[in-house]
């Protein structure tokens, strides 16, 4: 049971460079969202999609965009790289509803140099 | 806007001890709270999910309490090994505005030596 699959686990990329950060889950959850982690700010949402179909602004949208391909797959796309968007990227799942936790994946260590 | 604060920052203890973690949250709706443990490098393992009507959760030699009013929440670690040393994240998911989405704690990094 895969769970949360996220390619690549690394990444380097020079300034102004372009990427995207794919998350496959195969729990069949609605819900999927993408997060940073960064020393000191801990865990920020960046976007998620509630449902197949939608996708919304989370905390720290800028510089990023993101595609609901299906119900399994949401990627975070990277247009033009910062050396502010080194950090390490997380995606997760969780069931609609109120009462599901959250499953996540094993992240992508990004940086822009 | 949701604040969620892990106390300790750090915690280093020899092998054996009992341990208690802190975490608290400033908006009490929320729909439930879940303890994270992540291992350097590595990704988020989910130890507990608590719902907001429950008062506690046990798996094995962790328990995790809730109480929605006060904002609070501990994870209780007994007879603590070597194995448990990781960061342990604490992560509120959100009502009203912030429906569905979770806010993290910065976490407590536990070193547990023999």
């Known amino acids: 049971n895969a769970g949360v699959t996220q390619t690549p686990k690394f990444q380097v990329l020079k300034t102004g460079q372009s990427m995207t950060l794919q998350c496959a889950q195969d729990m069949n959850h609605n819900s999927m969202y993408w997060y940073r982690q960064d020393p000191g700010m801990g865990l920020r949402l960046i976007y998620y999609s509630a449902s197949e179909g939608t996708t919304d602004k989370g905390e720290v949208p800028n510089g990023y965009n993101v595609s609901r391909l299906n119900k399994r797959e949401f990627s975070l796309r990277l247009e033009s790289a910062a050396p502010s968007q080194t950090s390490v990227y997380f995606c997760?799942?969780?069931?609609?509803?109120w009462g599901y936790g959250y499953t996540f994946g094993s992240g992508t260590r990004l940086t822009v140099v | 806007k949701q604040e969620v604060t892990q106390i300790p920052a750090a915690l280093s203890v020899p092998e054996g001890e009992n341990l208690v973690l802190n975490c608290s949250f400033t908006d009490s709706a929320i729909y439930n709270l879940q303890w994270f443990r992540q291992d350097p490098g590595k990704g988020l393992t989910s130890l507990l999910l608590?719902?907001?009507?429950?008062r506690e959760q046990t798996s094995g030699r962790l328990n995790a309490s809730l109480d929605k009013s006060s904002g609070r929440s501990t994870l209780y670690i007994a007879a603590s090994q070597p194995g448990d040393s990781a960061t342990y994240l604490c992560a509120v998911k959100g009502g009203g505005t912030s429906y569905g989405k979770l806010t993290f704690g910065q976490g407590t990094i536990l070193t547990v030596h023999p």
């Open positions: 997760a799942s969780s069931e609609s509803g």
């Open positions: 608590i719902q907001s009507s429950q």
